[in-house]
């Protein structure tokens, strides 16, 4: 059984860094492609980044581009998100998500394995 298991949340003034982990159990990690998503409080969760299998391909939303700097360490089977220079808007459950597959997809339909989220809280 596939285990996503997320750390590194945590409350951080505006213009501070975190980085959030994401280990993977249970599963052939390097078959898997895997992303980022987070959700704020009455908003819909939204993707934030991903990664291939390789970890030679990487996209991002407009929002966090510059900022945030997705990484796997295939040896570890752990993926990780730095996130730098952050806003009171970047204030969301931030969720790990991986499927078997070699693209790199924004939809989270395409995703069949879920963490259980971290909070991440960014003060003004």
């Known amino acids: 059984q596939v285990q996503l298991v997320e750390s590194g949340g945590g409350y951080v003034q505006a213009g501070g860094s975190l980085r959030l982990s994401c280990e993977v159990t249970?599963?052939?990690?390097?078959?898997?492609?895997m992303a980022w998503f987070r959700q704020a409080p009455g908003k819909e969760r939204e993707f934030v980044s991903t990664i291939n299998r390789g970890g030679g391909r990487t996209v991002y939303t407009n929002s966090v581009k510059g900022r945030f700097t997705i990484s796997r360490d295939n040896a570890k089977n752990t993926v990780y998100l730095q996130m730098n220079s952050l806003k009171p808007e970047d204030t969301a459950v931030y969720y790990c998500?991986?499927?078997?597959?070699?693209?790199?997809?924004?939809?989270?339909?395409?995703?069949?394995?879920w963490g259980q989220g971290t909070q991440v809280t960014v003060s003004s």
């Open positions: 249970g599963g052939a990690f390097r078959s898997y492609a």
């Open positions: 998500a991986a499927y078997n597959g070699t693209n790199v997809y924004q939809l989270r339909q395409t995703y069949n394995h």
